[in-house]
């Protein structure tokens, strides 16, 4: 089991220092969508492995209005921090209905995602981008329409300067559901 840790003090040090450890990808929008600001930062994995899995949480206008959520993970097979966040069971998941819904951009390269059944309050999408899942999970579920825009996700161990320059908000409730510890 890997322990799973939220940033509670100085999220900006806690992305700078995910970004420079991580064996997975630290995906930021660039750019963000209008009005959102990064809400969290979590991580799962143990000081002999580095991090296994990043979450990094968005906050923002819902297209439909009120505020929305959106938690990008990149995680390691196996680890099970998508399917949490997500509200589905086991670590991976499991086999994905016949064609995508939504498409993101993934370090330059167009990325499938596709829609999992998940509890009413969220919708969840699931893609792979360099070689680990890429899990996008939103509060409320129209906060979907968000991917009808062209999202752009950047690698912030590849380009640190976009993590220096986003702006920080209030904390993010829903990276707290997680375990205290995942595979």
């Known amino acids: 089991m890997s322990p799973y840790r939220t940033a509670v003090f100085s999220r900006e040090q806690a992305l700078h220092a995910l970004a420079t450890s991580s064996t997975v990808p630290v995906w930021l929008p ?12 979590g991580w799962a994995g143990d000081e002999r492995t580095g991090p296994r899995a990043s979450a990094l949480a968005l906050a923002g206008p819902c297209p439909l209005g009120g505020p929305a959520e959106m938690i990008l993970v990149a995680e390691a097979p196996g680890v099970g921090l998508g399917a949490r966040l997500a509200g589905i069971t ?94």
């Open 90 to 183: 086991g670590l991976d998941p499991q086999a994905l209905p016949g064609v995508p819904e939504a498409k993101v951009e993934a370090a330059g390269h167009p990325t499938a995602m596709w829609p999992l059944a998940v509890p009413p309050d969220r919708a969840a999408f699931v893609g792979e981008a360099r070689g680990v899942w890429l899990w996008l999970v939103l509060w409320p579920a129209d906060a979907a329409l968000i991917l009808l825009e062209h999202l752009v996700l950047r690698d912030v161990r590849d380009a640190p300067e976009i993590g220096e320059r986003s702006f920080f908000g209030a904390v993010s409730e829903h990276l707290t559901v997680a375990p205290s510890s995942v595979r």
């Open 30 to 41: 660039e750019p963000m969508p209008v009005h959102w600001y990064v809400s969290g930062v």
